[in-house]
């Protein structure tokens, strides 16, 4: 199994551009989300979605839209691109709550990141 | 609201020596706490976890962490530190309001000399 495949592990952008941060994974997991790593302040939560066609808000959602037409794929687009937005991103996936009792407590998964630069 | 904080920034210890590495907690009724570890331009890899019953938790790479609920703590320990031990460490709680999304700590920075 690949785990949490993301793409691509670099990118720079100009302020105002868009783009689409790829994230997939191949372990049936029904849990995906999205956080942003900025030194100082760990890890922030963007998005997260609970299973195909659910998703919803994090802690830092502004400039930021997900979707989840599958249970494998979990795309972060940035509307339009600003300084601010420059950061690691992280996807992580793990079982659903719903799933078992146990699986509330299932670690997540990562992938290795993005590094977006933001001009 | 639930929240962990990580009080160092960066914790060195020389190698072969313990290494303790803090966190606390605040949370609204019983906590389920977990530590992951980040190694360089990698992403998070799960350490442990405690969700309840003993307050002494064993997890990968020998790694151990203990639950102190009347000081809030979830402090890891290892009893005798590597250099490849050296990383950025997290801690994180489970939000229970919040479809139970983990909030992460700032991170401490470990650095294992020889």
């Known amino acids: 199994n690949a785990g949490v495949t993301q793409t691509p592990k670099f990118q720079v952008l100009k302020t105002g551009q868009s783009m689409t941060l790829q994230c997939a994974q191949d372990?049936?997991?029904?849990?995906m989300s999205w956080y942003r790593q900025d030194p100082g302040m760990g890890l922030r939560l963007i998005h997260y979605?609970?299973?195909?066609?659910?998703?919803d808000q994090g802690e830092v959602p502004n400039g930021y839209n997900v979707s989840r037409s599958t249970t494998e794929d979990f795309p972060l687009r940035l509307l339009s691109a600003a300084p601010s937005q420059t950061s690691v991103y992280f996807c992580?996936?793990?079982?659903?709550?719903?799933?078992?009792?146990?699986?509330?407590?299932?670690?997540?998964?990562f992938g290795n990141g993005t590094r977006l630069t933001v001009t | 609201a639930q929240s962990v904080a990580q009080p160092e920034d960066q914790v060195n210890v020389a190698e072969g020596n313990p290494l303790t590495v803090k966190c606390t907690y605040s949370?609204?009724?019983?906590?389920?706490l977990f530590w992951y570890v980040q190694y360089p331009n990698r992403g998070l890899q799960f350490l442990l976890k405690?969700?309840?019953?003993?307050?002494l938790v064993k997890g990968s790479y020998g790694f151990e962490a203990e639950f102190n609920k009347s000081q809030t703590s979830f402090h890891l320990k290892k009893p005798s530190a590597l250099v490849s031990d050296s990383a950025l460490y997290f801690c994180?709680?489970?939000?229970?309001?919040?479809?139970?999304?983990?909030?992460f700590g700032k991170g401490t920075k470990l650095s294992v000399k020889p």
């Open positions: 992580a996936s793990s079982y659903d709550r719903r799933q078992a009792r146990d699986s509330y407590n299932s670690p997540l998964h």
């Open positions: 372990m049936n997991h029904e849990y």
């Open positions: 979605s609970v299973g195909a066609g659910i998703t």
């Open positions: 949370v609204s009724g019983n906590p389920y």
């Open positions: 405690y969700i309840t019953g003993d307050n």
């Open positions: 994180a709680v489970r939000d229970r309001g919040s479809q139970g999304n983990l909030i």
